[in-house]
């Protein structure tokens, strides 16, 4: 164990990453909310607050952008790193699981 994040927050955590200063992106069962965490485990902030069903899977973008996998939607949610605005959301035929970028 290296540490404990987000205790009476979090149920089912089932995707993290870590943007680019540093701070820790959690999904999970729920409602679609992104925790984003310090480094030292302290809750900043939440994106996408309100949004019905399950993520599963979270990446962000070199832009800061983040997305999110809703596979009760058969959605990628695309939000803003910061605000957490809805920047796009893009359908999909089969439950997205997890998300993934590139560089291109």
């Known amino acids: 164990t290296i540490g404990t994040f987000g205790e009476g927050l979090l149920k089912h955590p089932a995707g993290i990453t870590v943007n680019a200063a540093g ?3 959690v999904v999970g069962n729920g409602p679609k909310l992104v925790h984003v965490f310090s480094s030292k485990g302290k809750l900043l902030r939440t994106l996408g607050e309100g949004r019905p069903d399950s993520s599963d899977g979270v990446c962000v973008d070199s832009r800061g952008r983040v ?3 809703c596979w009760g939607d058969y959605a990628i ?3 803003d ?3 957490g605005a809805v920047l796009a959301t893009i359908k ?3 439950e997205p699981f997890g998300v993934a970028v590139t560089s291109k």
């Open 23 to 25: 701070e820790i992106l």
């Open 67 to 69: 997305y999110v996998g």
């Open 77 to 79: 949610v695309v939000l």
């Open 81 to 83: 790193g910061t605000s």
């Open 92 to 94: 999909s035929k089969v």
